[in-house]
């Protein structure tokens, strides 16, 4: 069974610009959730999309958004790029929703905004 | 706020040895979720171990275990017989609240270096 999967691995934007990402998780999962890694604040939790519903939001500003397509897959956007969003973006998915549960990461999309 | 602490950023170990990771939070909550994330560099970021903090037993996975103190708000892992593989960041993290409230924290991570 594939894992689950990030597109695009890397990214270069400017600031002001926006970022669509692209997560596809493993096939049977429902649940897809989203995180940012950083080296100044670490791992953290962004949202939870399950049934094409956004169940849980992590401290994030509106500028973070996301959506869940009804084959699971999900993207996330940020608009109005800054520097600071420079990180890892992780996702992962599980078969049922909440993330107490067993979730599979995919290898993350790495975005640097100049 | 739920915060996680790792106070070793780095440690090292002898294959085939024995090394515990610290991890402590803080909480009011009394039932939780902890785990400890394994990321290899490079690779994908994968769940070593759970534990429910109404649970006393101390979760084990092979040669991985935990030793929750709940009283202590102490959560260390403990791998046995040390494999190259084992090298990577370590995160331990915390999780409360349920349903579609819930709160996710992690720690700052502790990267493991595995020395043959």
């Known amino acids: 069974k594939a894992g689950v999967t990030q597109t695009p691995r890397y990214l270069i934007k400017t600031r002001g610009q926006q970022v669509t990402l692209s997560c596809s998780p493993i096939s049977g999962h429902r649940s897809v959730s989203w995180y940012q890694q950083t080296p100044g604040q670490g791992l953290q939790f962004l949202f939870e999309?399950?049934?094409?519903?956004?169940?849980n939001k992590g401290n994030f500003p509106g500028r973070f958004s996301g959506r869940q397509f009804s084959n699971s897959r999900s993207e996330m956007n940020v608009s109005t790029l800054e520097l600071g969003d420079s990180a890892l973006y992780l996702c992962?998915?599980?078969?049922?929703?909440?993330?107490?549960?067993?979730?599979?990461f995919g290898p993350g999309t790495r975005l640097t905004v100049l | 706020a739920q915060t996680v602490t790792q106070s070793q950023p780095e440690m090292s170990v002898q294959e085939a040895e024995t090394v515990t990771l610290s991890c402590t939070y803080d909480?009011?909550?009394?039932?939780?979720?902890l785990f400890w994330y394994k990321q290899p560099p490079s690779r994908q970021m994968i769940l070593v171990i759970r534990q429910e903090a109404y649970k006393q037993q101390n979760a084990t996975e092979n040669r991985f275990s935990v030793n929750f103190q709940k009283a202590a708000k102490s959560f260390s892992l403990k791998i046995s017989d040390s494999q190259l593989g084992d090298a990577a960041m370590y995160f331990c993290?915390?999780?409360w609240g349920g349903g579609s409230n819930y709160k996710l924290t992690f720690g700052k991570g502790t990267l493991l270096t595995v020395n043959p």
């Open positions: 992962a998915s599980s078969l049922v929703p909440g993330v107490a549960n067993e979730q599979f």
């Open positions: 999309y399950f049934s094409e519903t956004q169940r």
């Open positions: 993290a915390y999780l």
């Open positions: 909480t009011s909550e009394s039932d939780y979720y």
